[in-house]
């Protein structure tokens, strides 16, 4: 395994960057921002699902409250003007409606957090995962371990120093990114090294930073968690359709921390297991399987 890692070392020297996982080419892109776009990311996790449904239920509350307040300044402006109105009231307070102003707000908020809490406490509540992985910040790159299986990579922008550019748009970036698999329009969301993970099976990421802060974030999944020095915080998703979701790290962390994207694919079971084999070949220190050697006292 180790003359293989060192060949392709050499190779790479004399051919220009060599990118692991140049398979699943084939897959579409789904979660990835859109020029002009507003809105959400379609949602490809039940938590993402949750947080749009959220968003529009407070949306409309707030669009509601919104008209509300402006009819009744509106309403004042003409009924109590100087003209209509060019004696003022002299009364100082109104009891029943000063109640109505505390009551009314205090029940607004009652009624969201009824069901804004249960959606956060879904995703604080960590799940039985069926994939584990470890998600490590950098400046300026990822590096993710999946810890069940003891093999971890680094995960750097198509583009960056570490992949033979600047962080600038070039012929070569992108030819780089079509061989890869992706458009020429990923720039600066598609890493050389992707996250894979099975569809539909629970993911716990463990994220933690080892310098400053940052944030493991894909939008299309719901998830988000600052990555700090010395702490180990866990999200998790259940992904439901096979594709690619990009994300960003979420938290300022320096001079190019708009090169710091995620990049996740979602393969069928079958898939995984054999893109998983060949990465504990490629990466892993020691065979799964291999046996644990004893020390003898003799």
Same mark, same amino acid.
């Given at each position: #395994? ?10 790479? &020297? ?28 379609? $949602? $490809? ?7 749009? +449904? ?11 409250? *919104? ?8 309403? /004042? ?22 109640? &109505? +102003?505390? *009551? ?52 750097? #922008?198509?583009?960056?120093? &570490? ?12 030819? !780089?990114?079509?061989? @890869? ?22 993911? *716990?990421? !463990? ?8 944030? +493991? ?15 180990? $915080?866990?999200? +998790? ?11 960003? /790290?979420?938290?300022? /962390? ?19 297991? *054999?893109?998983? @084999? ?11 399987? $291999? ?8």
């Amino acid at each position: #395994m180790k003359l293989k890692t060192m060949l392709t070392g050499v190779l790479a &020297a004399f051919a220009g960057p060599v990118f692991a996982q140049d398979s699943f080419t084939d897959l579409p892109v789904i979660g990835a921002p859109s020029n002009g776009g507003i809105g959400f990311q379609s $949602a $490809a996790t039940e938590l993402a699902r949750d947080i749009h +449904w959220l968003d529009g239920m407070v949306t409309v509350i707030i669009t509601g409250i *919104v008209i509300l307040v402006t009819a009744l300044l509106a309403f /004042c402006v003409v009924r109590y003007n100087s003209k209509t109105n060019p004696k003022p009231g002299s009364f100082t307070h109104n009891s029943p409606l000063e109640i &109505a +102003w505390t *009551v009314g707000p205090i029940l607004v908020l009652v009624f969201i957090g009824a069901f804004s809490l249960p959606v956060l406490f879904k995703q604080q509540e960590i799940p039985e995962g069926d994939v584990y992985i470890k998600a490590t910040g950098y400046q300026w790159y990822w590096n993710h371990e999946y810890m069940d299986d003891g093999f971890a990579f680094d995960s750097y #922008m198509i583009g960056s120093p &570490a992949t033979g550019g600047d962080n600038s748009y070039s012929e070569e970036v992108e030819q !780089q990114l079509l061989d @890869a698999g992706y458009a020429p329009e990923h720039f600066r969301l598609a890493t050389d090294t992707a996250v894979v993970v099975p569809v539909n099976k629970t993911i *716990v990421i !463990q994220v933690t930073g080892g310098d400053v802060i940052h944030s +493991w974030t894909i939008p299309a999944f719901g998830v988000k968690q600052d990555a700090v020095p010395g702490r180990l $915080a866990e999200l +998790w998703f259940t992904p439901e359709q096979e594709g690619v979701y990009f994300g960003q /790290c979420s938290e300022l /962390c320096g001079i190019a921390h708009a090169y710091m994207p995620i990049t996740v694919k979602v393969v069928s079971q079958e898939e995984y297991d *054999v893109w998983k @084999a060949d990465m504990i070949e490629e990466y892993a220190e020691a065979p799964a399987d $291999a046996p644990v050697q004893v020390a003898s006292a003799e």
